[in-house]
């Protein structure tokens, strides 16, 4: 399975390297380039991508405030001729940081962590056993048992997802798209791109709000009518 992957770098020159270097490597698969991240923006709306070779030095939208404005993003390495923003990549959950120039070597070593990155992300949903009432999810070191019932909602953190139950938060290694195919669909029901609620625990909706225990759900306007129809069904009592 290939990765699909983006290049955003305002540079003509830069971008023709990066293809150059990603159609060499057999698990690499360009969906797109731009040539700032406002344009990659409605790359990533329309397509399933999961990495990024992000610049920093851009009009408009500067690569870190690409990475500090974004929600749910795929995988992302950063290509610069700035290497004092290093630390600022890294604590934004950047995989890898490539000084330009930087050779076909190095470029292939950021690839194969995003490539082992990835698997591992894989097989930790496959690890993610889902049967009747529970599912298992690994958390802290530990095998822990999930009830559906204890499950109020599920936010996208960047890589990971935010469990939360009844009783705690727990944050653990997957993603909302795939954690949304194993849950029963008459329970759980995406609601916008970063949550997933359980529509048992759901106490009033309120416009494009959800209420569920004391947090507040937003409700995109992409899925407000699927989310409608699917929450209230035949429920809604009329006069």
């Given at each position: 399975?290939?990765?699909?992957?983006?290049?955003?770098?305002?540079?003509?020159?830069?971008?023709?390297?990066?293809?150059?270097?990603?159609?060499?490597?057999?698990?690499?698969?360009?969906?797109?380039?731009?040539?700032?991240?406002?344009?990659?923006?409605?790359?990533?709306?329309?397509?399933?991508?999961?990495?990024?070779?992000?610049?920093?030095?851009?009009?408009?939208l500067s690569g870190i405030e690409f990475l500090r404005s974004g929600s749910?993003?795929?995988?992302?390495?950063?290509?610069?001729?700035?290497?004092?923003?290093?630390?600022?990549?890294?604590?934004?959950?950047?995989?890898?940081?490539?000084?330009?120039?930087?050779?076909?070597?190095?470029?292939?070593?950021?690839?194969?962590?995003?490539?082992?990155?990835?698997?591992?992300?894989?097989?930790?949903?496959?690890?993610?056993?889902?049967?009747?009432?529970?599912?298992?999810?690994?958390?802290?070191?530990?095998?822990?048992?999930?009830?559906?019932?204890?499950?109020?909602?599920?936010?996208?953190?960047?890589?990971?997802?935010?469990?939360?139950?009844?009783?705690?938060?727990?944050?653990?290694?997957?993603?909302?798209?795939?954690?949304?195919?194993?849950?029963?669909?008459?329970?759980?029901?995406?609601?916008?791109?970063?949550?997933?609620?359980?529509?048992?625990?759901?106490?009033?909706?309120?416009?494009?709000?959800?209420?569920?225990?004391?947090?507040?759900?937003?409700?995109?306007?992409?899925?407000?009518?699927?989310?409608?129809?699917?929450i209230v069904k035949d429920k809604m009592l009329k006069r």
């Amino acid at each position: 399975m290939k990765l699909k992957c983006i290049i955003v770098d305002d540079e003509p020159v830069a971008r023709k390297l990066l293809q150059e270097y990603i159609e060499d490597i057999s698990f690499l698969e360009i969906a797109g380039e731009a040539d700032n991240p406002l344009k990659a923006q409605v790359i990533l709306a329309r397509e399933s991508v999961d990495l990024i070779f992000l610049d920093i030095n851009m009009p408009k939208l500067s690569g870190i405030e690409f990475l500090r404005s974004g929600s749910n993003l795929p995988m992302v390495i950063l290509t610069t001729a700035y290497a004092e923003h290093a630390l600022d990549g890294f604590s934004l959950d950047v995989l890898d940081y490539l000084v330009k120039p930087f050779s076909f070597d190095r470029f292939l070593k950021a690839c194969n962590k995003a490539k082992d990155y990835h698997d591992l992300k894989r097989q930790a949903g496959k690890n993610s056993v889902i049967n009747e009432n529970y599912f298992f999810v690994k958390y802290n070191g530990r095998i822990e048992k999930v009830l559906y019932d204890d499950l109020l909602f599920i936010e996208a953190a960047l890589n990971y997802v935010i469990l939360h139950t009844n009783h705690n938060k727990m944050i653990v290694y997957l993603t909302i798209k795939g954690i949304i195919e194993d849950l029963p669909a008459d329970s759980f029901i995406k609601v916008h791109k970063s949550f997933i609620v359980n529509t048992h625990k759901i106490r009033s909706i309120e416009g494009n709000i959800i209420h569920i225990g004391n947090s507040e759900i937003p409700i995109s306007q992409n899925y407000h009518d699927e989310v409608m129809k699917m929450i209230v069904k035949d429920k809604m009592l009329k006069r």
